[in-house]
């Protein structure tokens, strides 16, 4: 079946501007999370979303980042006046369940460059 | 949250084991330990993972001490394709966040 899918692969924007980032998860998966991997760092957990219940944002580094997830499926990461730090690849994930021991399934990411 | 150490990286000889250490020191009895791999330019996949017991799949196996303050990832075979970073993290059912740290980068050397 298909896997975790995210658009766009690649993003350059100009400092300042704001991104969109979308997921696509599996089909049937109710759990959903973003990373961000930064140039030489580990992942980076920034939000996980979980059925129909509120997200858990602890993980955003700021109030520029957002993040919807639509119908319980498709999810958008937003960013708003993006800064050079924000320039790294974002990987979306999802999980049949709610629960962090359950195996998570990676796309391919979406790599973000602020000029 | 409890925290790994592993190497920063590894070379393996293709066709022999590889064998990644990873200490998980401060570990928690309902923590998980789970290994993940990232293939140059590709989102992680996931590998295996066990609480207690050691563990095996079709693409590795799993030793976790007694103690469970440290766990090894052993390839049997290792290939080329093997040649990634392997991240060792540990997960509590009851928290919403993962911790990866930076991973052992495996290299595997025809």
């Known amino acids: 079946g298909a896997g975790v899918s995210q658009s766009p692969s690649n993003k350059v924007t100009e400092k300042g501007k704001d991104v969109e980032l979308r997921c696509d998860p599996i089909s049937g998966h109710t759990a959903l999370y973003w990373y961000r991997q930064s140039l030489g760092q580990g992942l980076e957990f920034l939000i996980y979303?979980?059925?129909?219940?509120?997200?858990?944002k602890s993980g955003l580094p700021s109030d520029r980042f957002s993040a919807e997830r639509t119908g319980g499926s498709v999810s958008t990461l937003t960013i708003q006046r993006t800064q050079q730090e924000d320039s790294a690849v974002y990987l979306c994930?999802?999980?049949?369940?709610?629960?962090?021991?359950?195996?998570?399934?990676f796309g391919p990411g979406t790599r973000l460059t602020v000029l | 949250d409890a925290k790994t150490t592993q190497p920063t990286s590894m070379d393996c000889a293709e066709g022999r084991a590889a064998n990644l250490p990873c200490n998980h020191s401060t570990i928690s009895g309902n923590e998980y330990v789970y290994w993940y791999r990232q293939i140059h330019s590709q989102g992680p996949q996931y590998i295996i993972h066990?609480?207690?017991n050691n563990e095996t799949n079709e693409m590795a196996s799993l030793i976790i001490t007694e103690d469970r303050k440290s766990s090894t990832l052993i390839l049997p075979h290792a290939t080329l394709r093997d040649t990634a970073v392997y991240y060792c993290i540990v997960v509590d059912a009851g928290a919403n966040n993962l911790f990866f740290g930076t991973g052992t980068r495996l290299t595997v050397i025809p």
């Open positions: 994930a999802s999980s049949t369940q709610s629960g962090l021991t359950d195996t998570q399934y």
């Open positions: 066990g609480l207690k």
């Open positions: 979303f979980q059925g129909n219940s509120a997200p858990d």
